[in-house]
């Protein structure tokens, strides 16, 4: 949808919408109310050069001025990328600090969201496109400094990279953390282990084991050491299935999270129960009904699914937005072993 390209300053100028955002995770978006104080849908709102007048932006706050004939220079916003479709170029402005700027936005019935919040309500691009700005505008404020000097540095090419302001050899970029993520299959290919780290706080959600990769670990052997560690469970064949971006990871960094299959030696657990809540073997009618019943716009009830809600199931499963519910569907699908056909 997006991609980055040299950048050229002259053609920003001349088509150019800005997304806003505030306090870390949050954006700026419209949401209508159905009435009832609950909201059902919205879109990330972005603005025009000139709409950022109106919230102040222009002029005032120091972050973006307007020269002669309309023209405008840029100081601070990072650069997302542009869209092929139709030339214009998308940018991201961090107005944390403009407590003015937040309150025009209000008066104009916009309101900054936390981006988890608003997963099951806006649109997949729009998701996307302010996960990357949030994503890297956290990056941007947790890097002010040099790592390798404690000199300040400065964000350059857009935003794209920050450059020490001592030493030109020292760059940084924009980090992503590799998470892997994995449904295990027990040995005769009829239960998925799934289970709770202690670090969700929703209570009765099974999800698939997951963890950061180590430096110098490979997909394959940090599937096994997690589950290892996580369930006492030894792994023999890993396959990796596909990825899912996750801008709004733990600790506001930015993750991939790569999603893989894995093929039980052994069903006997050795719960870490210091870590988890819960781990167990899901049979599976059991992922099938929790899947039948997962609705990504089941905002009700945080999206448990009927299921579990009515206390058919004890358990449900994360929704179609996660990379989880996806992994559960594939096996839960597959009649035979899911490593049957291989
Ligand atoms: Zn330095």
């Known amino acids: 949808m997006q991609f980055r390209q040299p950048l050229q300053r002259h053609a920003i100028q001349a088509t150019a919408e800005f997304l806003l955002i505030a306090e870390g995770r ?3 978006v419209s949401l209508p109310s159905n009435g009832d104080g609950s909201s059902q849908s919205g879109n990330v709102k972005w603005f025009s050069p000139h709409e950022l007048g109106d919230l102040g932006l222009v002029n005032h706050s120091g972050v973006l001025s307007v020269g002669g004939g309309g023209s405008f220079q840029l100081v601070h916003p990072v650069l997302l990328g542009k869209l092929p479709h139709n030339g214009i170029w998308r940018l991201a402005l961090d107005v944390s600090p403009s407590k003015s700027t937040q309150d025009a936005a209000k008066n104009q ?3 900054f969201q936390d981006l988890r919040s608003l997963l099951p309500l806006i649109p997949a691009e ?4 302010a996960g990357q700005a949030v994503a890297l505008l956290q990056w941007h404020k ?4 040099c790592g390798r000097c404690g000199a300040r540095t400065t964000p350059v090419e857009m935003g794209g990279r920050r450059q020490c302001t001592s030493d030109k050899s020292h760059r940084a970029y924009p980090r992503t953390d590799p998470v892997m993520i994995t449904l295990v ?3 005769d290919g ?3 282990l799934l289970g709770r780290p202690k670090s969700l706080s929703r209570r009765g959600v099974l999800t698939c084991l997951s963890g950061f990769i180590e430096q ?3 997909i394959e052997e940090c599937v096994r050491r997690e589950v290892m560690e996580e369930a006492g469970v030894s792994v023999g064949q890993v396959a990796v299935l596909g990825s899912q971006p996750w801008p709004i990871g733990r600790g506001g960094t930015c993750e991939v999270m790569i999603g893989c299959m894995a093929k039980a030696l052994d069903d006997t657990l050795h719960v870490n129960e210091e870590e988890m809540d819960a781990v167990r073997w899901v049979t599976k009618q059991e992922a099938q009904t929790a899947i039948q019943h997962s609705s990504v716009n089941d905002v009700a009830s945080s999206g448990q699914g009927a299921a579990f809600a009515e206390g058919h199931l004890d358990f449900f499963i994360p929704p179609k937005w996660a990379i989880a519910h996806h992994l559960i569907k594939a096996w839960a699908t597959q009649g035979d072993s899911w490593f049957s056909k291989l």
Request: include cysteine; proline fraction near 0%; charged fraction near 20%.
């Open 26 to 28: 949050s954006l700026c």
């Open 109 to 111: 019935g916009l309101a």
């Open 126 to 129: 729009d998701l996307s496109i």
């Open 142 to 145: 947790a890097n002010e400094y």
């Open 185 to 187: 299959e027990s040995t």
């Open 190 to 192: 009829q239960r998925a």
């Open 216 to 218: 110098g670990e490979s």
